[in-house]
């Protein structure tokens, strides 16, 4: 004993050393405290996925960051924001979305995941029927949309059409487009009772009226493929104008011509896309989309990419509603195997309770044992047969947990808040427990378990960031007019327009259209006037004003920069009046949005610049030396 005593200290020493080790402060602003454990494990989090070796800060790199950051939130919380009644609800709707997962079964039937899979590997394309009903409704209201929804299935068993159908009848507003049409889709694309309800109909057949959150549905397959995998491409746009249903299309179509002519000429791809796609998220990275599936795209573009056979391939212009695309496909990947999916499945399964009923039982059951559940059979017994519209005697306990005792008035309780208006006790007992168990759990998630404790933690300091930034830097930039026009004329010419030519390009419908307009330009007619004069019983002309850099129009191009002639162009009926100018700089509307984001960010600087000077800072520098540098191959 003499020996194994000293030995056991020993050990208590060590594990108190290491414990005190994860727990040294690092850094300390005002009276708040960040151990190391804390900053290492976002510096990792933040750092080891990134894909570019440049981009990983070291330790000392993002600590900076880092203060900056937390200094923000201290402010937000220092104003109160953190008590603002929008700023809880919000974050109480995300942390009900982060615990779901950790409210169902972790163990899942093979068989349950093996069906995902087989689902996932097909696509299905169908048509719906909607009734709106409230998620709530009584009795009455559910017989009711029941009995509407039943009718007009035998309306089309009758032979009516059902894509007829969905246009007079479904109140699903895109049904006045689609008519109830909803393409192709795959598995977890849709709410779970819909899904089930497609995947287990019959090609060509109809199902029985489906209940979701949204109301009852009928459904009509028509069709299933196999899943193709998802594609990634990179496109060039040229965006038709919002709200305008009567613009010219053959002006966007000439300059996307143009273009699939540079390309198949050999022009670079990724530079065509920068300098002429009207996508501007995609043109700063060449044109690169992300990955999709073949569904989760309009079908004219998706037909388009996935026809595409070779990595380089290119297409011609597609048409969509959005516009005009060029298509290049750079990869394509398959369906993974099953293995490759497995964590994928569960991960999308656990985040959607409805998957499966058993996981909800199963977990409460292994609550029960973990809690030391009890029930007083014997008060159950006396109450079994009670219902909910009859006056309660007594308050008898009726089950206990975790050292809490729950007892017919908590029944009660339960029964009131859920707006029970019938049915007896004992049909209702099951649901009120596992209701109760799943409370208890839910309240414990943050001691349980670490990192749901440091996700709600980020989500609450990421929504603060987001709060006072808007309100001191995002929304104030660009009302703060003074300080624009001072920050302005403090940085003008930072932004510069390149050689341009200003003046018109005149299309004109014939010869005859042309001589008579040269003539009214000649005696320096107003354009304005010139387009009043020969367009007074039909269009004869189409004068458009401007000023335009290399690149930006073909017609333009061609004439000023002798580039080659766009197709459709017609030198004999199209020419341009007006000059070249020379590079100058943008004024603030016209560069307008560069200048407030410059504002932004000079504005951020001096605040954060402020925010180091109010809040005292504290590094343990010493202790920062020992967290080590995240590396790309980690």
């Known amino acids: 004993m003499g020996k194994i005593i000293p030995l056991f200290i020993l050990f208590l020493i060590c594990v108190g050393s290491l414990s005190a080790q994860k727990n040294e402060v690092l850094l300390t602003i005002d009276d708040a405290e960040i151990s190391k454990a804390e900053f290492e494990r976002i510096y990792r989090k933040n750092n080891q996925n990134l894909s570019e070796e440049a981009d990983i800060k070291s330790p000392e790199e993002y600590l900076e960051l880092f203060i900056n950051f937390k200094l923000k939130v201290m402010e937000a919380m220092n104003q109160k924001m953190d008590t603002v009644s929008t700023f809880r609800n919000e974050l109480a709707g995300y942390r009900k979305e982060l615990a779901a997962p950790y409210l169902t079964d972790m163990k899942y039937d093979e068989a349950l995941l093996q069906e995902m899979y087989r689902r996932m590997k097909m696509e299905v394309n169908a048509s719906h029927i909607l009734f709106l009903i409230e998620k709530n409704a009584d009795r009455e209201r559910e017989k009711a949309v029941l009995e509407k929804i039943s009718k007009v299935k035998e309306e089309i068993l009758a032979g009516m059409d059902f894509n007829a159908a969905a246009l007079q009848y479904s109140e699903d507003p895109s049904a006045k487009t689609n008519k109830g049409n909803l393409g192709y889709f795959t598995a977890f694309q849709m709410v779970t009772p819909f899904e089930n309800a497609v995947f287990n109909t019959r090609e060509g057949e109809i199902s029985e009226p489906v209940r979701t959150s949204f109301g009852y549905h009928l459904i009509k397959v028509h069709g299933v493929r196999e899943n193709r995998g998802e594609i990634k491409v990179a496109h060039i746009m040229k965006m038709f104008p919002k709200g305008d249903e009567n613009f010219d299309k053959s002006k966007l179509k000439a300059e996307i011509d143009s273009v699939y002519e540079k390309l198949l000429n050999g022009a670079d791809f990724a530079e065509m896309a920068h300098k002429y796609s009207e996508d501007k998220r995609s043109a700063a990275k060449g044109g690169e989309m992300p990955w999709f599936s073949a ?23 597609v048409e969509t509603d959005f516009g005009y695309h060029i298509i290049k496909k ?52 006396k109450i079994a047969s009670l219902t909910t519209d009859v006056n309660f005697s007594g308050n008898p306990e009726l089950f206990s947990i975790d050292n809490r005792h729950f007892s017919l008035e908590d029944f009660k309780k339960h029964i009131d808040e859920k707006k029970i208006n019938r049915g007896t006790l004992s049909s209702l007992y099951e649901d009120w427990t596992t209701a109760e168990i799943i409370d208890l759990e839910d309240s414990k998630l943050e001691k349980k378990y670490p990192e749901f404790r440091y996700l709600m933690q980020e989500y609450h300091d990421g929504l603060l960031l987001f709060n006072i930034m808007e309100k001191k830097i995002w929304n104030f930039a660009p009302e703060d007019s003074l300080g624009l026009n001072e920050f302005y004329k403090k940085n003008k010419g ?141």
């Open 330 to 381: 750079i990869e394509h990947r398959p369906v993974p195997s099953f293995e490759e999916a497995r964590a994928n499945i569960v991960e999308r399964i656990k985040k959607d309770p409805q998957r499966s009923s058993s996981t909800r039982k199963a977990l409460v059951e292994k609550l029960k044992k973990e809690y030391g559940f009890e029930e007083n059979r014997e008060n159950l017994e």
């Open 494 to 634: 930072q932004y510069s327009w390149e050689e341009r030519f200003k003046g018109l390009v005149v299309v004109c419908k014939n010869e005859k259209t042309r001589t008579e307009a040269e003539k009214y330009f000649a005696t320096e007619m107003p354009a304005s006037e010139v387009e009043d004069l020969l367009n007074k019983e039909e269009k004869m002309i189409e004068i458009t004003e401007g000023a335009w850099e290399k690149g930006a129009n073909p017609i333009v191009d061609y004439y000023v920069w002798n580039s080659q002639a766009p197709d459709g162009f017609d030198s004999e009926l199209t020419f341009i009046r007006g000059e070249k100018i020379q590079p100058q700089s943008k004024t603030l509307e016209e560069a307008r949005g560069m200048y407030i984001s410059d504002y932004q960010n000079y504005l951020e600087k001096r605040w954060i610049k402020d925010l180091r000077k109010k809040y005292k800072i504290r590094v343990n520098k010493k202790l920062l030396k020992t967290i080590p540098h995240v590396s790309k191959t980690l």
């Open 295 to 317: 569904s989760r795209m309009v079908p004219e573009f998706s037909q388009a990419a996935f026809a595409l056979k070779n990595n380089g391939d290119l297409s011609p212009p």
